[in-house]
T-cell receptor, first 112, second 113 residues
């Protein structure tokens, strides 16, 4: 099983550039989310989705957009990259609202 | 609003000794509690969860966790630590109404030979 697949694994951006982090899951999970992980700050929720066509903001949504056109895919868009967005990004999915979360392997983003 | 606290940034134990990684939580309603482990440069992996039932929950790799409602705690334990248990451990609470999870800041466990 592929599980949750994130691409790219590593990316360097210049300030002001835009990009999309891709996320796909093959488990037919309804719930998907994006987190960022920064040293000493644990995981912080950026955006989440409870099903195709439905998205909502998490704890730190500014500077990011998401869409959920299919159950499988949940891309995260950085509109105008800033150095403060240098982080490790994790996509995750779960079958329902009370169930175990499955994580992708992470995307390391550096904004210079 | 729900929250999770992991009061120790770092836990050091000797191989073969028991280990405990602490977690306390705050949530309205019944808690859905989870432990995850993260190895270097990898995503988080599920260890165990408490939803209802027995207060002692058994999970992967010999880990277990004890749910204590009165102390709002969900400590992770293992009777005999292995060097390979060295990793970053996260406690999480799930809001089943919103479908959102809140994670603690993580505890780095180091097991020395």
């Amino acid at each position: 099983n592929a599980g949750v697949t994130q691409t790219p694994k590593f990316q360097v951006l210049k300030t002001g550039q835009s990009m999309t982090l891709q996320c796909a899951q093959d488990m037919n999970h309804e719930y998907m989310s994006w987190y960022r992980q920064d040293p000493g700050m644990g995981l912080r929720l950026i955006h989440y989705s409870v099903g195709a066509g439905i998205t909502d903001q998490g704890e730190v949504p500014n500077g990011y957009n998401v869409s959920r056109s299919t159950t499988e895919d949940f891309p995260l868009r950085l509109l105008s990259a800033a150095p403060s967005q240098t982080s490790v990004y994790f996509c995750a999915s779960s079958q329902d609202r009370g169930n175990t979360i499955y994580f992708g392997e992470g995307s390391w983003l550096t904004v210079v | 609003a729900q929250s999770v606290a992991q009061p120790e940034d770092q836990v050091n134990v000797a191989e073969g000794n028991p280990l405990t990684v602490k977690c306390t939580y705050s949530v309205s309603g019944n808690p859905y509690l989870f432990w995850y482990v993260q190895y270097p440069n990898r995503g988080l992996q599920f260890l165990l969860k408490y939803i209802t039932g027995d207060n002692l929950v058994k999970g992967s790799y010999g880990f277990e966790a004890e749910f204590n409602k009165s102390q709002t705690s969900f400590h992770l334990k293992k009777p005999s630590a292995l060097v390979s248990d060295s990793a970053l451990y996260f406690c999480a609470v799930r809001d089943i109404n919103a479908g959102k999870s809140t994670f603690g800041d993580g505890t780095t466990l180091t097991v020395k030979p």
